[in-house]
């Protein structure tokens, strides 16, 4: 499922996959021509991944780490946003920011969609709230409306995007579960 995934990772807008190994490179360079990471590093210390993933955010680059043992603790507290797997060691899943399933990597994909949805519909709200008390102030000025009925729109106006913000971010995934 990992290619699948990777190739899901990268539909989604992650552009780069990389694959940091404690194993020799031969083993490394059949598992990464398997599931098609971008590039892969065979045979790095713990602190090599942490290294790595500074050097990527120096760059400005947002850095996602997956990891699930104790010597990926240190590049999961480096990462912009640490994901262990849940059968892993417990310090890494202490460190990192978010834990998933073990052997289901499509989590992945799904919070990536989440995390696009989310900021997209904190965008719309911003635009929308903005806009209308913008409207309501200028018209409240203009002497169009009542400051009462102002304030009256404004609260309702809180309270309808307040509602619909509790609505599901992905409602095709919940119908399919």
């Not at 209308?132 to 409240?140: A, S």
């Not at 309270?159 to 579960?177: F, N, R, W, Y």
Request: aromatic content about 4%; hydrophobic content about 45%.
């Amino acid at each position: 499922e990992a290619k699948d995934a990777i190739r899901a990772l990268h539909a989604c807008g992650i552009k780069k996959v990389v694959m940091m190994t404690g194993d020799n490179c031969k083993t490394a360079e059949a598992v990464a021509a398997e599931v098609g990471v971008d590039e892969f590093y065979a045979e790095v210390l713990p602190e090599d991944k942490a290294n790595f993933i500074r050097r990527e955010k120096e760059m400005g680059r947002t850095v996602i780490m997956v990891g699930d043992g104790v010597n990926d603790s240190p590049a999961l507290s480096e990462a912009s946003v640490g994901v262990a797997i849940n059968t892993g060691a417990a310090i890494a899943r202490e460190i990192a920011d978010i834990t998933v399933a073990a052997g289901d990597l499509y989590e992945l994909v799904t919070l990536r969609q989440l995390s696009a949805a989310l900021m997209a519909r904190i965008h719309r709200n911003y635009r929308f709230i903005v806009g209308f008390n913008l409207m309501l102030i200028l018209l409240g000025v203009g002497g169009i409306i009542q400051p009462t009925t102002s304030a009256l729109l404004h609260n309702m106006s809180t309270l309808g995007i307040s509602l619909k913000s509790m609505t599901d971010l992905l409602p095709e995934k919940a119908e399919e579960e």
